[in-house]
């Protein structure tokens, strides 16, 4: 018994015709002809009754049916899963993280990926959420860390690993410190600290503002930078409440920013083996350590 004769087999009984069988598999009518002739001497029952105008199926034929398929389909995803080892053996992943960030020790994720795969090539590149976010979507990306305010973006699937509040984080010397929160009116009349658009921080910022424009005093690419400048006091800095270690956090409320941090990648594919690899190493990691 050969697979080509269980193709064979299996759709001349859906198309009920050899001719139209033979169309389907790409073979000449007789090869097909021959091929289940062979089967049914081999299994010593015909298995299609020729004697009407359609072909249709005897009753050993109709139980054969259900067998022949499940054994294609076995043998498809044998050769499914041997394709996919083959590319994850000689496959690649990109990922994305955005600038300077600690939620997530990201490095020691990809050594122990490399471990377990090291013949895949990994791509890792740092940028704002906004760019990170296109970059997933169109395909450059297979994976990244992103920061985002409010709901999921759309297209992406992303498993948080933060979800807190903006604060705003001032040094000793700041005439806000010592209090426990401030409006969001009275943020409005200061000069801030921040990191530029585009990234998840100011994202939640910016819509808090509801369309007012908060005065950026001075802007700098990563969290630490921002930092510094509070702590040399040069005004209040606008932070995600664990970023704030050695400066005075001060509750913003009327309303309260609020942003998120998550691990992300595209709801609908395509992945490559590599990526979906990767990502499971990632999610099992995430329930491991919560």
């Known amino acids: 018994m050969e697979l080509r004769q269980l193709e064979y087999f299996v759709a001349v009984a859906e198309e009920a015709s050899f001719t139209r069988a033979a169309e389907r598999v790409h073979v000449a009518q007789p090869g097909v002809s021959a091929q289940i002739r062979r089967l049914e001497r081999e299994l010593g029952h015909d298995l299609l009754d020729r004697s009407g105008r359609t072909v249709t199926l005897t009753d050993v034929g109709a139980a054969v ?31 994305g993280m955005v600038v300077s960030c600690g939620i997530m020790d990201l490095p020691e994720l990809l050594s122990s990926f490399h471990s377990l795969h090291p013949d895949v090539e990994i791509t890792l590149v740092e940028a704002n959420s906004d760019s990170l976010i296109a970059s997933l979507l169109d395909g450059q990306l297979d994976f990244a860390l992103v920061g985002y305010a409010g709901s999921t973006p759309e297209g992406l699937a992303v498993r948080v690993l933060a979800d807190e509040p903006l604060v705003v984080a001032v040094s000793a010397s700041d005439p806000w410190y010592g209090r426990e929160s401030v409006s969001l009116d009275e943020l409005l009349t200061r000069g801030l600290i921040s990191l530029p658009p585009g990234t998840g921080l100011r994202g939640a910022l910016d819509a808090a503002c509801g369309g007012r424009q908060p005065r950026i005093a001075f ?72």
């Open 65 to 95: 049916l259900p067998l022949a398929r499940a054994a294609l389909r076995s043998v498809e995803s044998a050769r499914r899963t041997v394709e996919e080892m083959a590319g994850l053996v000689r496959g690649a992943v990109r990922v």
């Open 219 to 290: 802007e700098a690419s990563a969290p630490p930078m921002v930092i510094t400048l509070a702590q040399r006091g040069l005004g209040p800095a606008i932070l995600a409440l664990s970023m704030v270690s050695e400066l005075h956090a001060v509750r913003i409320t009327d309303p309260s920013p609020w942003s998120r941090l998550g691990f992300a990648w595209r709801s609908a594919g395509p992945h490559s083996p590599a990526a979906r690899a990767l990502i499971r190493l990632a999610e099992n990691r995430m329930t491991a350590n919560p």
